[in-house]
């Protein structure tokens, strides 16, 4: 069966460890011995699933949020060499609106 980090993250200890007797890899090696904190990512490595958990934007085009992120980023840049503080705090605002937007609709 496939299981996903989320998946694994509420099993107990004990169904944990059922599952690491089933799988043959050096990784889980020592699983009757590990605690929750060590079997955890034991497992995600010998099934070869990502440790952390990817987020959903909702509602908006995050690639183009962030192309624009990228480009402000140089503008950022330019700002801060020529010393120009009024277009530098320009920058950071939509920066930050930017950054906002996406948090907001992350699910």
């Given at each position: 069966?496939?299981?996903?980090?989320?998946?694994?993250?509420?099993?107990?200890?004990?169904?944990?460890?059922?599952?690491a007797?089933?799988?043959?890899?050096?990784?889980?090696q020592?699983?009757?011995?590990?605690?929750?904190?060590?079997l955890?990512p034991?497992l995600?490595?010998?099934?070869?699933?990502?440790?952390?958990?990817?987020?959903?934007a909702?509602?908006?085009?995050?690639?183009?949020?962030?192309?624009?992120?990228?480009?402000?980023?140089?503008?950022?840049?330019?700002?801060?060499?020529?010393?120009?503080?009024?277009?530098?705090?320009?920058?950071?605002?939509?920066?930050?609106?930017?950054?906002r937007?996406?948090?907001?609709?992350?699910?």
């Amino acid at each position: 069966m496939a299981y996903t980090y989320d998946e694994l993250g509420k099993k107990t200890v004990d169904q944990l460890r059922e599952i690491a007797k089933e799988i043959p890899h050096d990784a889980v090696q020592g699983y009757s011995q590990m605690n929750k904190e060590h079997l955890l990512p034991a497992l995600c490595k010998a099934l070869g699933i990502d440790t952390h958990g990817h987020h959903a934007a909702v509602g908006i085009d995050k690639t183009k949020i962030k192309s624009r992120l990228r480009a402000l980023k140089t503008e950022r840049a330019k700002s801060l060499e020529a010393h120009d503080h009024a277009k530098l705090k320009q920058v950071r605002r939509e920066m930050h609106r930017l950054k906002r937007r996406i948090r907001a609709a992350t699910v």
